[in-house]
């Protein structure tokens, strides 16, 4: 399941947790991922992960916000 901690796309963005924010696309929810390559972290929706590429080392698309929340 792509939502799985741990979950590493073929971008070498793996799935760090879940959190309870609401998504920018309906029904979703924020995820934190991590990019195997340079350890950022950022948010995305869950139904975006499997596709996902750094927004700062692989010109992905901005993060989306996720402060500190669980």
Sequence with gaps: M???SG???RNGQVVV???ELPGNDHLQRI???RCE???AQYGANGCDIH???CPHCDAG???LDFGHAD
């Design 37 to 39: 390559k340079c350890s």
């Design 2 to 4: 792509t939502t799985a």
């Design 7 to 9: 979950y590493r796309n």
């Design 51 to 53: 596709l996902r590429r």
């Design 61 to 63: 698309q901005p993060g």
């Design 31 to 33: 995820y934190v991922l």
């Design 17 to 19: 947790r879940r959190t």
